[in-house]
Structure formats: structure tokens, C-alpha cells
């Protein structure tokens, strides 16, 4: 056996330098970025881009057999009919971020829809209380789920299958023997799918656009700001150009469309809202890395003296409240509340929606901007399936198999970089 | 800012929009109802297309598929309604577009151009004076148990009221009324329950909403050695099957063939700017519209006495397909041959 | 090292603990004066980490008293025993794998800017702490579970000094460290007690005992087997107290080698 | 400070004794049986006993409602009607062992008893052969599930959600537009459901029973001789013959009342087989261990040297099987096979089925016998409400409330002895 | 000590492994001999378990090859490299929380008598086995997860004598063993050597290493710094080696020490 004495005394003095000399670091220009994205790529650690590149594939292939896809109008559609079950996605989000699963979304979106449909036209009542005392009855709910679960001990999946039986029940209750009511013609409720801003103006839909990117834009760059005084690693200002210029595209694209037709829906407006403040609030205040905690390890959180409980219940009421915003966008996109209202596959749609767009089941892993993702994969397969028009057998199998692919996609790039652990 | 889309007012000249509510009460809806329009249409009009979607029982649902074929510039759309009070705010919005509707088995509200259909609340009577028929002369001191289709269903209300409506006064009581929720595992199981309560000889029929409920009722009849007239509705294959083999009283035959040729019809000749008025030629009153044009049928009772008057004469069923094996000496003494 | 007199900081009075058919803790006494290192010791499942937990609040005791600066309190869950002042680091680190570095070390105690989270802040702040460890750690963004065990105890280590406790708890704290390391958590050890905290340190490594420790008190079987002032005892004394008897492995061991080097 | 020197050289030399002095053990007397007892019910660690009390509590309610409950013919028909879904939820057990999930259960029921109806009756083939050819089947669409979740990587989830769509369509397709087809009068479909052995003859209701009683009460003594000829820690004969004592009860009774109507229902004996036979292959098995140990921790399965892919593949394909076997069943219930069997609630009722009896949905903890109690408490429900005249709305809320309250129990003892982590 | 010559049973060269942004391998070479014991030493976060883990199979190597007697073989899974004759204990330990002490030890192998478990057999070996390394623990038939963290040490170590391996890798053992426990693995791993099998042992602990080893390879940010034979190597040059510098923490505060005693 040969012995080398080979000590190579480094030169690095003690203490450790911040940066260690393994860490591959992107070197700070526009090449380095494609370096890295070029290393990514092959190491499979790309986030949304299968999913992106997943949707293309589907607009692609039914723009291919109808024709009428890529529409501007069907396309307007789209982004109408996602609030709801997207709405839904979002507060599912929150109860996967747990490791969590809320069945009873469905039927808190119909029971909301009907108590404001009953409370604003058979009770009379304001529509904007009515719709008020819709979404406070929706957190009860939830605060009521959270408390069986946190405090009783309950297993979630119990309670709120529970609770799947119970507020459908009432759903039917509240809307009584007389059944289905109509949302008022041009009331709040009906406007929530209707409307468009400024009556189709297309001003608004460029200024949205433009104001979105913008802040997108004037965020990064504040931010590379702000850690580069601190003499952190920051986003050097080439890359944040590309990705500031690939938001704009998307957005300015986006825009074009919606103006070809009738200009920028009520509900896309919304939907987009409710996504963006429920990320900042994930990623930004302490009670998102609160969530993040306690679905990453419910120990560990327990004992950084994080109130689990809490956390839990608050999470369980804010999904409620999400299905119940998601139920009145429901309502109001078919012109009533009735008692199937919820119902079907409205639940399964949104867990789909959220685990598509990269949310884990076991917890701790997503952001809200997977149901955006992931709703829409469902609904431009619903919808071309609904151009295609073959029978319902053809479309449920096809529907099935798109499904998969959508999601294959992502895993095989996932596997690469996979080493170890569930999900 | 409606009509941006100058292509839109052009619209599709060829093609015909159908719209069917769900697939799970009945499979009348794919078996019957879209391959007799598909047919006819082609019959009509060689050139034209049906552009068919169904709404899974979901009004939601129904809504999208419905704004997909004006987006796709269908001008003509046979709308059979999940829900027919959801849709006044969405057939406003079409015939603004200069989309026509024809409301096909549901009265849908809104404006629509056309109503072609059989009274569900007639269907409801037909299964209830049925029920009495073949209880006969022991009809009066009859207990009977109902099973209902699914509350949440806005036409399970209708067939349950008109059933109502006859057997209340013909019947001594009804002993035992529950929902089976379209679900034949939860009709057989309600059933089960009800045989517990009353005890074998505590009812003297049973009437279920639809056929496929009437199957596992007679299922848990027969396991418990109860040998009492059901009735159901749909006249599905497996019905006449058990009509034929005396295990089940009725079903309800809606023929489904004229109905279906006449919302063809009255949908090619929208679609070519023809008159309807031959088609449909008396009118009805909406919840929200008034003198809509209509062409109303009338459904049919089936029995083993006049099966081959009815589905096999309107070539709904060949013999053959009924009596397959199980069924073959049933037929013969049924005199189907 | 400093000798105090007065009430202890922190005092375990006949605490019993069972879980299930297994009674880890009988009567078991403490003491933890301000200025103090403590030295828990014992075997393997003396129960050491379980005496911890009752003291973090990560389980409630079944039996006895925990008294903090002379007064009875009742610890229910871990943030008690963080809002008396306890900072602990656990055995099993208890890190939440899927937060990165800062996140970990910020937990339930995020610097804050205007009501959000000021990440620029954390991750500057982070950096220093994990300097004066000596620790390299490829990224403070990444998630605890790509790190090496060394690294996330480290980082557990460092979650304890984020906050202003007044007793810190180090359940074996070098059991996954390097020399380098570990002489960097002894200085630490040592600049807490300068600072007139209690530190309670469970250590098997009885050189690193003797360093840093004025007390040393030895659990066997869940029950106190005697509290030894470091300065007056040997090596041995200790050793033996901890297995019971004088004759042991690390004895035998330590005879067969003499023979065979004969 | 005071320094105490009480170095107690305690009595035991090395090496270590093989039973720890702390461990509290029970006296081998019944004496020290009840005392365990005792310290366990207080500490929360109670095993079955408090859903076998809500079981009991349940059946006790509706008794006192209707008056029918517990009545001969009404637990028979109960015994009958879990056989279906609770094969169903044996499938599930396997899977939820795993920490994962089959949403595809239902339409794979659906799938395979549509193809048993349609090959045997459309086809004319034997009907053996056909429900061979069913359930082959729907273990090949499991193994489908399977490879697309172990190999590729997709997450079970939405494999299954996947496969939920396409098998129903499948199901609609095989069945066709003829719809409906009607199992063959007396057939072995038909007879599932419906056949009591020996037609009805007390002997083998008493004789099932007796043999039953026999074989658990050698199967304990034999266990306790082998452990105590080993040296090890055995049952002290007292405590075997009480437990043998408390099945004998069960046991008796139960085959009384079933003499009481119509004798030995198949389904039941066919249920409570798989459910012995399964419990023997997860407990007695190394393939069961395995199974246990993918579900406890997949990474430390896997350096154990266990083939992960082979596990997860084969539990799905047992899921899928079980699936079948219970769709065969509920056909059989139903006299038919139509293109809703096993859609709606089924899949639910059987996932709740398996959580109920205690099986935990986060893996790696639960038994099948869970498939049996949960769904006796599910069936009760839904029969004892039947039993109970109140239109469909309130009966969704009974439901709900009743399941709800049927799992606090469990939820609120096993509470006192939870310290740490999931579930 | 023996010494042997011939193709050693397992050899590294060249290996690269690399996670995502982090090149924790570069260029590794590492021989292990029948009847050798091999120490691994680095810093915290120098590889050690990322080179030990690529040995076993749990993640495949980037670049490199590794032979074993002399010919290449190709490891992809745990599974390859235990039929090969490894035998490793993770310093993570990689035990199934959910499975009992006995379930743990012969997952994988599990003794059976007529195709089924033979429950007895296993438990009465798993007693032997864990008596041999002196641990006390109350019942081998509760969970894991309901054990202290040196028990559980002591189970992962157990587990890997369960089979006939021919080469035994051990990541940090005696990181939360008590003295005793910490004695008997080192017996435990002399016998092995005795027996002739090749153990790669990793350890902070220099008194263990240079008590059992036969070598020491250094592991310096993820590559090669220097093969040592133990019997002509100091304490401090193998520490400069690990530290990559000669005054390091230890020694500073080694020095500051003996200024204070002053
Ligand atoms: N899965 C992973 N993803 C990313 N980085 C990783 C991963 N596993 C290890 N690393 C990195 O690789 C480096 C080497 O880690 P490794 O666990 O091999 O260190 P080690 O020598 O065993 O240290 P210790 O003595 O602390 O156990 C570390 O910097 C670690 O952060
Ligand atoms: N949750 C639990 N359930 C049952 N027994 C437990 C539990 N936690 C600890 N024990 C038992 O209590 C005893 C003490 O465990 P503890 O973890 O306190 O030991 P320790 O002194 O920290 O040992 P080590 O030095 O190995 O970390 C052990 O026998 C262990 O098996
Ligand atoms: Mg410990
Ligand atoms: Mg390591």
C-alpha cells in the first residue's frame, strides 16, 4: 500500500469564507444565465417550464383539430371560466401546503352560492351583504373543519368528508323545495362572469398589462438592489431584463387577444389578484413560512414555538373562504345557484389543478401560482374536448390520457434531478 | 363591446349545436336521443354537422359547453337543459348574438325559438296510473313504497310530483318514500330498508323513477322472496328484458325517435331561415316567455302486453337483442318473436 | 468560572415522565444557576433528551415540578418554555427539511420590514452566525435537507442564539461536528456562560465535559446517579457513575489492550 | 451549590440485562392482563375498542329511533352490502399503506364488473372465465397505475384521477349503447349477493363460527408455547383464553342472529376470507413487511435493498383486484352492471372505510381488518338512516354529523397519547 | 494489523458527484483491502457520507468508476452493492420509524419458516445481537421512532452484521453512543478486521480513529487531501490536513487555553 504525504495546506484562512468554492456559482452576465438554464435543463430542475410547455402542447393539438382554439373569444372564455374552480385551486393550495386535503370545497362553494342567491333574491337583501354573509358562513365552516382537526384531533380527510355530506345537505336546505334560483339580471352576482372592464375598453386591458409587467419588473430590480448593497448574491440586471421581457410577451400577447374579443374580464382580473396576494403572502409575511413549517414538519414547527393549531384552523378558514369566492364566480357563470351547484368534479378539478401545477400532497412544497398553472391545463382540455365534440366515453378516456401526459411531462424531467425522499 | 368579432356575425351555416344534460339518471341521451338527431340532420341535409356535448349534470358545465359552440359560430343550438331555470340569462345572451335555440325535452327559459318535448310531470302521472293499473282491482287497498330519483335533480321533482299527483288518491298510503339518488346500490339498499320496516307483506308495489333503480329494487325483492309489480322508466334494453321475463310492471317509453326528428327538423329549417310553424305547430307559455313555439309529444307506457307495439315497432329493439338467452322462453310465452 | 449563590434559574423537582409501558424518568432533580454549564450525562436511553424535552415543553411531565427563578411554572408546549427564556437544541436538530438555512434559523423569530419578511436582512444576519461556527455551507438558500449532518446541526446550533434566551440546552451538540467545529461550540459554550447564561450540556465525549462544565450530573436508568463538581472529580468517577460499575466495557477494552501491547 | 458524591454502583454487571428494568411488565396472571388494561385506556392506547364502542353506540341509537335496526334481517342484508365496498377498501388499505392514494378504485370496480356482464351475458362465455377475464383485467389497468407512478415518476394522485376518467369511459364503451346489461338469472354473478350457504342451513352459520373461534384460540395458544419454549415474552394462558373468550361472544352471536333469517350470507364469507388472508400476507409475509417499510420511510426501504418499484407496482395492482372482486359484488347486489357502478360515493365511502377503522392515510400504519369495522360503520349509517324517514337534505346532514362523531370518539382518546408527529 | 497486498475488494477512481449548483465530489480515489480498516475524515461538508452513499448505491456517481476485486462493476441501487458484500451504516441511519426494533434489523433478510415470518427466531436473535453491543432497550418490539438516539445508533449498526458482507462501511457509529457503547463498536470493528473483512470507518473522532485504523484517507472539500498510515502520522498532521491549514480553531483555542492557565 503506498502512503502519499501529500498535505496541501489550502489557502484559505479560518474563518470559513461566505461562499464555499463548490457552490457553482452563475457567473453575473446574460451568459452565465444561459449557462446555468442550459444546466438546469439537463439536471431536470426546470419548476413551471413542463407545465408551461405542457399547456402549448395542448393548445396546439386542439388548435390543430378544430381550428377554433386559438379563437379569440375562446380563449376570452378561458380565462373566464377559470375563477371559479381556480378560486378553489388557490384555497386548496393552502390546505396541500399543510400535507393536508379539504374534500368539503365543493360543497362549501355550492352552500355559499345558494345562501347568497337565496339571501339577495328571495330575502331581498343587498346583494354586496348577501354576498358578505355567503363568505363569512364559508369561514365558519372552515374554522369549524380546523378546530375537529387541530384541536380534536380528527383526521382532516375525516372531517371534511364530513363535512362534504353535511354542506351539501344544507345546500339543498337552504335552497329549499323551490330549488334553482335565478342570480338578479345585471346584480353584482351576475356581473362577477359578465363583466368586462370598462365595458371592454381596451385601455384597461393594455393598462393592466402594462402595469403588471412593470411592477414585475421595478420589484426585481429593487430587489438586486437592495442585496447588492447588503453584499449578497444578487440577479445580475441582464437576466432580470430576460425575465422581465419573457413576463411582457406573455402579458402583451395575452392583452392583444382579450381586445380581439370583448376586452379584459371581471374574473381574470380577480382570479389573477387573489393569486398574486395569496404568493406574497406565502412567501412574504411570517405567517406564509408559518404554513410552510408546519406542512414541512409539524415537530420541528411545534417546537420553533410556531401555534400549530392555529395555523391549522386559519388555513382550513382561508380554503373556505377561497371555495366559497370560487362558488359565487360559479353562480354567476350560470346564471343561478341550484343544488348540484359545487358538486361532481368542481373538487376534483381544483386538487388536479393544484398538484399539476407542481403542488406536493405530502406538504410543504407549492405555490399559489400552481392553481393559475394547473387550472389551466384542465380547462383548455375540457374546453377543446368541448370543440371536438365525440361522445362522452371517447372524451372521458381522452380527457384521462391528456391528463397524464400533462403531468408525465413533468415527472420524467423531475426524475432526473430526483435523489431521494417522497414526492 | 358584444360583437367585436366580425367573423361571428358570418357564423357556421353547417353546423348544429346539441346539448344533452347528463348521462347518469338514463342512458337514453347517447343511445337515443344524439344518434336519431345525428341521423335525421344528415338526413336532411347532407352537408351539415351535429356538434354534440354533454353537461354531466352540471348547469356549470352545461354553460360552457354552451358559450363554446357560440364561440365556435354555431348558429343553431337544441339546448336540453340540466337546469331550465339557469338558462334565461344565457339564451338572452345568444339570441342577442343571433344564435336560436330550440329547448329540446326541458322547457328552457329565456327566448327561445322552439320547444320540442314530452311533459315531464306527464311522464310522472303516466308511471303512477301505470303503477295502478297493475295493481288492478287490489289497488285501493295497495300500501305502496316509493323510490325517487335524486333531489338535487330539478326533474326528479316533476316525475315525483305527477306520480304523486295520481297515486295519493288511488293508492291506500304510500308506506315508505325515499330518495334513491338515480343510484341503483342506493335504491337496493333503501329498498333492503324498507322491507326491514314494513315487512314482507307491508307493501303492495313499489314505483321507482327510472329503470336502472328498478333493477336493484327487483333484485333485493327477489332475495327476499317478494313478488310485487315495480315500474321504472326509460325503457333501457335491461327493462324490457325484465318486462319480458315478468320481473319488472313497466316503464315509461318516451319515443324518443319522433321527438329527436322533430328537433332536427325544426333546427335544419332555423338554420336555412325556413318557417317552423309546420313543425311546431302549438304554442307554450314559459316561466319567462310567452307563446313559444312547440311541438309537445306524448310518452308511453309499456308493457309486456304492447312491446312489440311500441319499441319494437319504432325499431328502438330488434327481438333479438331482447331475447338472448335468459330471456328466450320468456319470449316465447311473451309471443315475441 | 463563576460560582453563584440564590435561587437557581431553572429547577426540576421528583420530575417522572412514562410513555406508554416505558417509565423514562423517576423523581429525577435538577438544578441550572445562571453562569453555569451543566453537564448532563448517562448511558445510551438514560434519558437525557426526554429530561430536555419536559424542560422545552415538547412534552409535558407526569409527575413533580419545574420551578424558573424560584417560582412553580407550568410548561404546556414549546413556546412556554421559549417565552421564559429556554432556547434548546435537539438531539434530532427538529429542523423543518423543506425551509432553506435562513428560513430554519429565523423560524417563529423573522426579521421584519414594513410587516413583511425582510429576507435581506435574515440571509446577512445568517451569514455572520454560521461564520463565527466556522461552518461552509454551499448556499444559506437551500433546503436544510441537501445539507450534510454536520452543517444542519450547525445550523440548529444557531437557531439557539437568533433569539435572547436565558438558559440555553445543548442535547449532544458536537455528536455530527468536526474538531474544528467542535472547538468553535465549546468557545461558544464558554462565551454564553460569560454572559451569565445557564447552559445545560448533554455530551458523551467526557474530554469536552471536563472542558467547559462546573457541574456534571449523571442520569442512569431515568434516575439522578449523583451531581459531581467537575474540578474535583476524575475522568473515572464520572465513568463509572454513569455505567455502574467500575468494571466496564471501556475498562476491559483499555485492559486487553495493555495486555496485547505487552 | 451543593455537591452530592453518590456514585451508586448499581447491582447488574455487564453485559446488559435483556430486559429493561423500566419497562413496566405485566404480571402473566389475568390480574396483571386487567391492570394493562386499565393503564392503557387511560393513556389513550386502545386500539379498536373505541370504534367497535361507536359501532355499538351506533347501532344502539337507531335502534332506539326506528325499532327495525336490530332486527335478523336488517343485519343480514348489513352483512351482505359491506362485501362490495369493503373489498373495495381492503384495495385501499394496501394502497394507503403505501402513504398514497387510488382515486381509480370506482371506475375500475365499474370497468370489471361491466366487462364480467358483458362477456357473460352479450358474449355468451362462461361465466367463470369472464369474471377470471375481469379481474385480470383490472390487476393489468393496476399495474398500468402502478408503472406510471413507480417508473415515471407521475404522482399517484393524479395517475389515478387519470385513470378515474378514462376506466369510467372505458366502462361506458364496454357496456355500449345498449347500456344496462342484467346479470344472468342464478348465475354465479347473480348468486353472489344473493346465495346463503347450504341454502340457508344453520349448520354451517354454527359450524363458520366454531371454526372460526378454534382456529384463533390455537393459533394464540401455539404462538404463546413457541415464545415461551424460545426464552421470549409470551400471553400468559389467562389472557388467551379471555380473548379467545371475547371472539367466541362475537362469534356465537352472530351466527345466531344470522340463523335467524336466512343462514350464512356468501358475500360475508367471501369478505371476512379476504380480510383474514390479506391481514395474514401484510402481518406473517416478508412482501407484507415490505410494504410496511416503503410506506414508513420509501428512502430507507430502498437502502435496505428493497425493489421500491416492485412493491408500489404490485399493491396497485392488488388495489385494482380488490377493486374488481368488489365491483362484482355490487353488480351482483344491483342485478346489473350499468355505467354508474361505482361512481359517486363508493370510492369515498370505501376510503373513509379503511381511515375510520384506523388506518392512517400518511403510510406505513394500518391493518385490513380497518377495511372491515370502518365500513360496518359506514353501512350502518346509511341503513340506519334509511330506516329513518327525512327527505335527502337532512339525511346528508345526519350522515355527516354521524360519521363525524363516530371518529371524535377514536380521535379524542387516541389524543391523550399522541406526543409527536404525523397522524 | 494486517497488512495485505493484491487488488484491493474495493476501489474508487476518479469519482465525481455533483447535486444541482453543488460539486460535492471531484476526482475521489479511495482503496479498501480485505481485512483493513479504512478511516475517512474531513470537515463537515468535505463528502464523506456523499462518497459513502455512492459506495452503497443510494445515488449514482457522475464520472469515475469503482471496482470491486479487481473488476468494474457498475452500482445503480442499494440492492447492487449489497449483493456485492456491502454492508453500510448511514449516518442518517435509514431506519423505517414505523417498524419495530426486530422488523428494522432483518428488514430485507427476515428469517422465515414455512414462507412465512418466523417471529420468534428473529426476535431472539435480534436480542443476541444487541446484547453483544451492550444497549439497553426496553422492548424490541416498539417502533423506532420510540427510541433514544443512541438506541438507535446501536439498531443501524446491528443491522448491518445481519448478513455476510465483506466489506462493512460505518458513517460516524459512535456519534450519539455512550463510552460504553462507543468501546464495544470499537471491538466490534476489530473483530471485523480479524475476521477479514474491510471496513471504511468514518469518524470526527481522532482517538477512534487512530485506536482502530489502519489508514487514514482525508477528504478536503470534496476531494483527495492525502492517505495516511496511521502508525507514522501524528494527530496534528492528519488535523491540518482535515482543516487545510496548520493554526485552525483547535489550535487557537488550544493556545488560548494554555495562555489562561498561565
Ligand atoms: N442532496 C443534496 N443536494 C445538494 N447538496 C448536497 C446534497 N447532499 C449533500 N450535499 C452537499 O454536499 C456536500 C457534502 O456533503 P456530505 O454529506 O457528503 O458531507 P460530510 O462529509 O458527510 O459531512 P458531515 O461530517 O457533516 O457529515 C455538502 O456541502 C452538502 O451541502
Ligand atoms: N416517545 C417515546 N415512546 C416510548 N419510549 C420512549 C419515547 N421516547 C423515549 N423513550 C424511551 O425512554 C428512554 C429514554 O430515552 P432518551 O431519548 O431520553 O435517552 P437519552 O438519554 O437521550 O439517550 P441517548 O444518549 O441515546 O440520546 C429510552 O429507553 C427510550 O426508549
Ligand atoms: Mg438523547
Ligand atoms: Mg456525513
Request: proline letters at 3%.
Amino acid at each position: 500500500m503506498t502512503t502519499e504525504q501529500t498535505t496541501t495546506p489550502a489557502a484559505d484562512a479560518a474563518p470559513a469564507p461566505a461562499v464555499d468554492p463548490r457552490l457553482l456559482v452563475r457567473e453575473a452576465s446574460l451568459a452565465g444565465y444561459l449557462a446555468e438554464f442550459k444546466r438546469k435543463m439537463k439536471s431536470g430542475d426546470l419548476g413551471s417550464v413542463p407545465v408551461v410547455l405542457g399547456l402549448i402542447l395542448i393548445g396546439a393539438i386542439f388548435q390543430g383539430i378544430t381550428g377554433d382554439f386559438l379563437n379569440a373569444d375562446n380563449l376570452t372564455n378561458i380565462t373566464k371560466w377559470i375563477a371559479g374552480p381556480g378560486l378553489i385551486a388557490v384555497g386548496i393550495v393552502f390546505v396541500l401546503l399543510l400535507g393536508e386535503i379539504d374534500l368539503s370545497l365543493g360543497s362549501v362553494a355550492g352552500v355559499s352560492a345558494a345562501i347568497a342567491a337565496v339571501l339577495s333574491v328571495r330575502s331581498g337583501m343587498n346583494e354586496w351583504l348577501a354576498i358578505l354573509v355567503a363568505i363569512a358562513a364559508a369561514i365558519a365552516i372552515g374554522a369549524l373543519h380546523g378546530f375537529f382537526f387541530a384541536k380534536i384531533g380528527v383526521p382532516a380527510f375525516v372531517v371534511t368528508l364530513a363535512g362534504l355530506l353535511a354542506w351539501s345537505g344544507l345546500q339543498m336546505a337552504v335552497l329549499g323545495d323551490k330549488g334553482t334560483v335565478n342570480v338578479i339580471n345585471d346584480g353584482v352576482l351576475a356581473n362577477l362572469d359578465t363583466y368586462f372592464l370598462g365595458d371592454g375598453d381596451v385601455a384597461f386591458t393594455w393598462g393592466f398589462a402594462v402595469l403588471g409587467i412593470a411592477l414585475f419588473g421595478a420589484g426585481q430590480v429593487l430587489d438586486s438592489r437592495r442585496r447588492n448593497a447588503a453584499g449578497l448574491l444578487a440577479r445580475p440586471m441582464s437576466e432580470i431584463a430576460l425575465r422581465t421581457g419573457v413576463i411582457a410577451v406573455i402579458g402583451l400577447v395575452a392583452a392583444y387577444m382579450l381586445n380581439q374579443d370583448r376586452g379584459l374580464p371581471l374574473p381574470l382580473v380577480i382570479f389573477l389578484s387573489v393569486v398574486v396576494i395569496t404568493d406574497f403572502v406565502l412567501r412574504r409575511t411570517s405567517y406564509g413560512r408559518q404554513i410552510f413549517a408546519v406542512g414541512g414538519g409539524v415537530e420541528a414547527a411545534r417546537r420553533a414555538g410556531i401555534n400549530v393549531a392555529w395555523v391549522r384552523i386559519s388555513v382550513f378558514m382561508i380554503s373556505a373562504g377561497m371555495a366559497a369566492l370560487g362558488g359565487l364566480f360559479i353562480a354567476s357563470q350560470q346564471g343561478s345557484a341550484d343544488k348540484l351547484l359545487g358538486s361532481g368534479n368542481v373538487l376534483m378539478n381544483s386538487i388536479a389543478a393544484a398538484v399539476i401545477g407542481g403542488t406536493s400532497l405530502f406538504g410543504g412544497r407549492g405555490k399559489t401560482w400552481s392553481a393559475l398553472l394547473g387550472i389551466l391545463v384542465i380547462q383548455s382540455i375540457i374546453t377543446g374536448l368541448d370543440l371536438v365534440h365525440v361522445n362522452q366515453a371517447v372524451q372521458y378516456m381522452i380527457t384521462g390520457s391528456v391528463l397524464l401526459a400533462a403531468v408525465v411531462l413533468d415527472s420524467v424531467s423531475r426524475k432526473t434531478q430526483k435523489s431521494s425522499g417522497r414526492g | 363591446g358584444s360583437d367585436k368579432k366580425g367573423d361571428a356575425a358570418s357564423g357556421d351555416t353547417k353546423s348544429i349545436g346539441l346539448l344533452l344534460p347528463e348521462n347518469a339518471s338514463s342512458t337514453r341521451y347517447e343511445s337515443f336521443d344524439k344518434p336519431f338527431i345525428e341521423a335525421k340532420v344528415k338526413a336532411l341535409c347532407s352537408d351539415c354537422n351535429v356538434k354534440y356535448s354533454n353537461a354531466e349534470g352540471s348547469a356549470a358545465k352545461q354553460k360552457q359547453q354552451f358559450d363554446t359552440l357560440i364561440a365556435q359560430g354555431v348558429k343553431v343550438i337544441i339546448l336540453d337543459a340540466f337546469d331550465a331555470k339557469s338558462t334565461q340569462a344565457w339564451v338572452k345572451e345568444a339570441a342577442d348574438k343571433g344564435v336560436k335555440v330550440i329547448a329540446y325535452d326541458r322547457l328552457a327559459t329565456g327566448p327561445v325559438s322552439a320547444y320540442v318535448s314530452f311533459d315531464n310531470e306527464k311522464v310522472g302521472e303516466l308511471q303512477g296510473q301505470a303503477l295502478v293499473d297493475a295493481l288492478g282491482a287490489k289497488a285501493a287497498d295497495a300500501n305502496v313504497v316509493m323510490i325517487n330519483g335524486d333531489d338535487a335533480d330539478p326533474n326528479a321533482g316533476k316525475f315525483k310530483a305527477g306520480a304523486h299527483k295520481v297515486l295519493d288518491g288511488k293508492v291506500k298510503k304510500i308506506v315508505y318514500e325515499q330518495s334513491g339518488e338515480w343510484k341503483p346500490t342506493v335504491a337496493g339498499q333503501k329498498m333492503g330498508a324498507a322491507i326491514t320496516q314494513l315487512t314482507k307483506d307491508g307493501f303492495q308495489a313499489v314505483y321507482s323513477a327510472n329503470d336502472g333503480m328498478a333493477a336493484a329494487i327487483i333484485t333485493q325483492l327477489k332475495s327476499a322472496g317478494i313478488n310485487v309489480p315495480v315500474g321504472g322508466q326509460d325503457a333501457g334494453l335491461d327493462a324490457i328484458q325484465r318486462i319480458v321475463a315478468g320481473d319488472q310492471a313497466y316503464t315509461i317509453y318516451k319515443a324518443y325517435k319522433p321527438l329527436a326528428d322533430s328537433a332536427a327538423e325544426l333546427a335544419v329549417d332555423l338554420l336555412q331561415g325556413k318557417d317552423i310553424k309546420s313543425v311546431a305547430s302549438s304554442t307554450i307559455d314559459s316561466d319567462t316567455d310567452k307563446a313559444i313555439p312547440a311541438k309537445l309529444l306524448d310518452p308511453k307506457v309499456v308493457t309486456k302486453a304492447n312491446i312489440n307495439d311500441t319499441v319494437i315497432a319504432d325499431g328502438l329493439y330488434k327481438v333479438s337483442d331482447i331475447c338472448t338467452g335468459d330471456y328466450a322462453a320468456a319470449c316465447a310465452t311473451a309471443g315475441l318473436k | 468560572m463563576v460560582h453563584v449563590t440564590g435561587a437557581p434559574v431553572l429547577a426540576l423537582r421528583g420530575v417522572s415522565k412514562r410513555f406508554g409501558a416505558v417509565q423514562a424518568l423517576t423523581d429525577v432533580h435538577l438544578e441550572v444557576h445562571a453562569g453555569e454549564v451543566v453537564a448532563l450525562v448517562g448511558d445510551n436511553g438514560a434519558g437525557k433528551s426526554t429530561l430536555v424535552k419536559t424542560i422545552a415543553g415538547v412534552h409535558p411531565i407526569d409527575e413533580g415540578s419545574i420551578e424558573w427563578e424560584g417560582t412553580a411554572v407550568s410548561i404546556n408546549r414549546p413556546h412556554d418554555a421559549q417565552a421564559l427564556g429556554v432556547a434548546t437544541v435537539y438531539q434530532d436538530l427538529a429542523l423543518c427539511d423543506n425551509l432553506d438555512v435562513v428560513g430554519n434559523l429565523f423560524l417563529g423569530r423573522e426579521l421584519k420590514k414594513f410587516g413583511t419578511l425582510d429576507e435581506v436582512a435574515m440571509e446577512k444576519r445568517a451569514r455572520e452566525l454560521l461564520d463565527t461556527l466556522s461552518i461552509r455551507i454551499p448556499s444559506v438558500r437551500i433546503p436544510i435537507a441537501a445539507l450534510s449532518g454536520g452543517q444542519r446541526q450547525v445550523v440548529a446550533i444557531a437557531r439557539a442564539l437568533v433569539g435572547d434566551p436565558k438558559i440555553v440546552i445543548l442535547d449532544e451538540p458536537t455528536a455530527a461536528l468536526g474538531v474544528e467545529q467542535t472547538a468553535q461550540v465549546l468557545d461558544l459554550v464558554e462565551r454564553l456562560r460569560g454572559r451569565g447564561l445557564g447552559v445545560i450540556l448533554i455530551s458523551h465525549n467526557m474530554a469536552d465535559v471536563k472542558a467547559v462544565a462546573d457541574t456534571v450530573a449523571v442520569l442512569r436508568l431515568g434516575r439522578n446517579n449523583g451531581v459531581f463538581e467537575v474540578e474535583s472529580t476524575s475522568h473515572e468517577e464520572i465513568i463509572s457513575a454513569i455505567t455502574g460499575a467500575t468494571e466496564n466495557a471501556v475498562t476491559r477494552r483499555q485492559a486487553r489492550l495493555a495486555e496485547e501491547a505487552k
